[in-house]
């Protein structure tokens, strides 16, 4: 990654930087403001998009930061959600991606990087700075739920959710195939546990 890269959790302070990411490019457009793993799928769709940028300022004004920004040269140019699983109600609600077992983990659940700056390996680094994260506020395992390419080159729009060989080279593991599919690809559960960086 060329450039001076730092990443930090997004906080009040900080999101006019995450607008930056998030906000639709036409005026009055409707965006997901990455609330769609937040929200059930029925208050999601009913939610226009100025509610939604409502309440995902609620969450950046909360105890604890819902996601990561990453800068380049002091430029908001990656996005990283990740928070408990509890909290993602259509994670917890899925039919197609059931928990494996009764652990609180935390989540990753999307990542978003500006043109510009993609295909540089800032995904990854936001990945990375995840872990830590997650670790930092006790969670005993971090999960994420990525698509298998199978070598091929996917759409950023459709690699939203990571690829499995991303999250292998940041320390995760496969533990369970899902019923979830992106780009007709099969999408894994991916863990890293946190067991002993949690207990430090």
């Known amino acids: ?10 906080t009040a302070d ?17 965006a997901c403001w990455c609330l769609a793993w937040r929200l059930p799928s029925g208050e999601f769709g009913r939610l226009p998009g100025p509610d939604r ?25 990656g996005w990283c959600h990740v928070g408990p699983r509890t909290a993602m109600a259509r ?14 983990v935390w989540s990753v659940v999307c990542f978003v990087v500006r043109t510009g ?15 830590a994260f997650a670790a930092a506020h006790g969670a005993p395992a971090l999960e994420g739920y990525p698509v298998e390419t199978g070598g091929a080159r996917l759409s950023t729009s459709l690699a939203y959710v990571g690829t499995t060989g991303m999250f292998e080279r940041a320390g995760f593991a496969r533990v ?21 960086a949690a207990r430090a």
């Open 91 to 104: 994670l917890v609600r899925s039919t197609t991606i059931r928990p494996v077992d009764d652990l609180p």
């Open 117 to 131: 700056y993609r295909r540089r390996g800032l995904a990854e680094e936001l990945l990375h700075e995840a872990v």
């Open 1 to 10: 990654m060329a450039g001076d890269v730092r990443i930090h959790p997004v």
């Open 176 to 196: 369970a195939a899902t019923d979830a599919t992106s780009a007709r690809r099969p999408r894994w559960v991916m863990r890293h546990d946190l067991g002993g």
């Open 53 to 77: 940028e409502d309440r995902l300022h609620e969450l950046v004004d909360g105890p604890v930061p819902p996601g990561l920004l990453a800068y380049v040269d002091d430029e908001p140019a």
């Open 14 to 30: 900080r999101w006019d930087d995450l607008r930056v990411l998030l906000a639709p490019r036409g005026e009055g457009a409707d």
